[in-house]
């Protein structure tokens, strides 16, 4: 009888493993799919009588886009729309998808001052679960970086990476439990400068019920609303 437990019980975890392994693959190829669509347009928006303003957008696939039907639903997009309405914005847009904090270091950053960086960024080191005496040394020499280019930087990250139903549930638990860590180190090194300021989705300045829905089809990057979500949390420090 006891052996006859203990077959249905791995019969039982084994029929588990292998509906989240085809559930799991389905939707990474969905993801695979909705990346191949990003808005990274560099161009000018607002009337031209305004006083002109320097925006550059860095980071992950947030950044970029990845999720939303178009631009103007876009995190980037629809920052870029709401300060053209007071500005002649010109944007610059290097957001890559998949970007870790390091890749941030090392990726394309703004050829002249600007007046506001935007760093979407963190979110893949904690789903990679980066070093972090790793992270923490690329999160210093990107802040000082990057503080020196702009009159205000704003990092936001890391996302909430363990929310999506998508995620094995042993991966959300850990997720949960490292990403305080990850948010803190960027939020203390934040606090070293001036005109930084850090965006914790972990602490969000919105009210996440008051959102519907914020998945993608692939259940893991957002869609519109999940952009605008994304923006709402970017405005309340702009």
Known sequence: MKKKSMLIFFGLILIYVVSLIIVFGYYVKKG????????????KLGDN?????????G????????????FEKSTAGRLANYLAKNNKVTLINEAENGAKMIDVLNGKGPQERQDLIILIVSSNDLLRL?????????????????SKLADKLIIAGPG??????IIPIPLRFIYKLKAP???????????????????????????FSKYEDVY??????????????WFDMIKTVL
Do not use: C, M, Q, W
């Open 160 to 165: 909430r990476v363990f929310h999506p139903s």
């Open 216 to 229: 993608s089809s692939d259940r893991f990057h957002p869609n519109d609303e999940g952009h605008r979500l």
């Open 59 to 70: 980071g992950d696939s947030i950044a970029t886009g990845v999720g939303a039907n178009s």
């Open 130 to 146: 980066t070093n972090l005496k790793n992270f923490e040394d690329a999160t210093k020499k990107v802040l000082e970086k990057y």
């Open 49 to 57: 009588s305004n006083p002109e303003f320097k925006v550059f957008i």
């Open 32 to 43: 695979g799919k909705l990346s191949k669509t990003v808005y990274t347009e560099n161009l």
């Open 181 to 207: 860590e990850y948010a803190s180190i960027i939020a203390e090194e934040a606090r070293k400068y001036p005109n930084v300021v850090h965006i914790s989705p972990l602490k969000p300045p919105v009210d």
